[in-house]
Each structure stands twice: as C-alpha cells, then as structure tokens.
C-alpha cells in the first residue's frame, strides 16, 4: 500500500498551509523531499521507519499541495530560510520541540539551513545526495554545468524558463537528464509529481527555488560562513554510489568543513534518487543513526 497507516492532512503555518502525510509513534522524525519531488517520496522509507519514530512528511511551500508564494524580483519568499522557518513552526505546531531530520536534494538544503538558523530544535540531520549547495557553486565547473543545466536555466529572470516547461510539463519530467528517470517512481508518487507540476503556478514556484538559490540562498550561505555558524548536531552524510555527488566530491570530507558534531555515512547503491531506488539502505541508515 501507498505511506500504509498515515494520515493526509493540511496544517496551518504562519505563512500559508502546508499539505503533509504522517504517522507511526515515537521520537518526533521530520523528513524533507527534493526537487521536482514532493512528501510522496518518502512512501517507501516513512512506513518502515514509523514503527520506531513519529514520521512527519510535508511539502516545501510551492512544491506539491503547499501554498505557492507569488514570484518577486528579491526571491525571499523562496528562500531556504523561509522554508525552514516553515517547517520550525509546523513541528511547533504538532507539539515537537526537539525533533530529527533528514532531506534529500532542496529538502536537504532546507535540513542545512535548519540546523544554523534552530540549532537548539534539531537532536540529528541527515542529508541525501548532496553537498554544502555553497561548496557545489563555488566549485562549479563545466562539467557541473552541464550536468545541472537545469538549475542555471530555471534560475534566469521570470518568466522566460516557464514558457518552457509550461508548454510541456509531462514531458519535462519524464525526459532524463543524467539524474532523472521515471522507472523507480511509484505510479502514485509519480501521479503526486505530475499532478501538483503542471500548473503555471506550480512552474513558477519552481523556478523561484531555483532563483532564490543562485541569490539570496547563496548570499545567506556566505554571510553564515563569515559568521562561524556551523552545523552543531550530528549529521549523516548519504550519496547515490551509481550518481555524481560521491565521484565529484567527497561528501564526508566536505560536510566535516561544516560542522562541529560529528558527521558519519556512506554510498548508497542508487542514483539521485536514494529514498526510491534504494529504500532498504536508505530505511537501514537512517535506523542505525536516529536514536
């Protein structure tokens, strides 16, 4: 069955409302999803990991059935500190206020900014297929470019990327792009995704994601660098052994850069796409790190 014994609800931030699943019991674990993704990502990893943990999987604002702040020429409301105020606020909301946290791809940025902006909230973090964005742009190279083309085109001014997703979301979606396929997805999942990213207003969201990170997100990331702030909690480091991140870089190294707990992981065998290719692993970490 799809996320079997959770709840599907909506919950009321000071923001906007944000669309989540939930269930299980246990110590409070929050889990974030990436891009172009939304909570239904988690439907293989939540109900394993719910038989020891209270699961909470929401949509990012703009992303999925969460609310979609307008574009705007400063980016703020898309910003990674506005989604991780989001989700401190949702767990107040649901009565938790020390909690774990895990993301993948964009959640794993929102996870980032969590624990510099909520030291005090966050017991542990995991991070899914990706490094410090900081260190991926600063790094930036051709070969990175091309790889992550998307990101520099949905990044340009508005609205010039969304004229052309918008003439052919499903299409968009479904093409590969060195990270993406379609054949992991599940069919409800990917329902979720399609269903919640064909809308004009869906398009643009993404997109200021996007423009948000290569602006204020970066600005934010090198003010906290200059400022000492680093990651204070225990983190758990996850790559795709079949992806880039673990050839490009080497993700334990360069998260130790950014945090002063102690930070442990590994590869796992899947692509981009940990939580779907491999949910076993994936569920078999996060077990073994979560207290």
């Known amino acids: 069955m799809f996320f079997e014994g959770f709840a599907l609800t909506h919950v009321d931030v000071p923001a906007g409302r944000l669309r989540l699943r939930h269930g299980g019991s246990g110590p409070p674990l929050l889990l974030l999803h990436g891009d172009p993704e939304t909570h239904a990502m988690w439907h293989a990893v939540a109900p394993a990991l719910a038989r020891r943990f209270t699961v909470i999987c929401p949509d990012l604002r703009g992303h999925g059935g969460s609310f979609r702040p307008a574009p705007s020429p400063d980016r703020a409301a898309y910003a990674k500190a506005e989604m991780a105020r989001d989700m401190a606020e949702l767990m107040t909301v649901l009565g938790h206020d020390r909690f774990q946290l895990a993301g993948h ?51 340009q001014t508005h609205p010039k990327p969304e004229s052309l ?44 994601d996007y423009r948000a990170a290569l602006a204020i997100d970066l600005e934010r990331d090198r003010l906290s660098r200059a400022e000492g702030k ?18 490009w870089y080497d993700p334990l190294a360069l998260w130790r850069v950014y945090c002063d707990g102690p930070v442990t992981g590994g590869p796992v065998q899947a692509g981009h796409y940990l939580a779907e290719e491999a949910p076993g692993e994936v569920v078999d970490w996060f077990e073994r790190f979560f207290v």
């Open 165 to 208: 997703v918008t003439t052919a979301p499903d299409t968009w979606f479904r093409t590969p792009d060195g990270r993406r396929g379609t054949k992991f997805f599940h069919p409800e999942a990917l329902a979720d995704y399609l269903t919640n990213g064909r809308s004009p207003e869906a398009i643009a969201s993404l997109c200021e």
């Open 230 to 247: 680093r990651v204070q909690c225990p983190l758990l480091a996850l790559w795709g052994a079949k992806g880039q991140i673990g050839g």
């Open 105 to 155: 791809d964009r959640g794993a940025q929102v996870a980032h900014r969590m624990t510099l902006d909520f030291p005090q909230r966050i017991e542990r973090v995991a991070v899914l297929d990706i490094v410090p964005m900081l260190e991926q742009l600063e790094r930036a190279d051709m070969t990175f470019a091309f790889s992550h083309y998307d990101g520099f085109w949905f990044g």
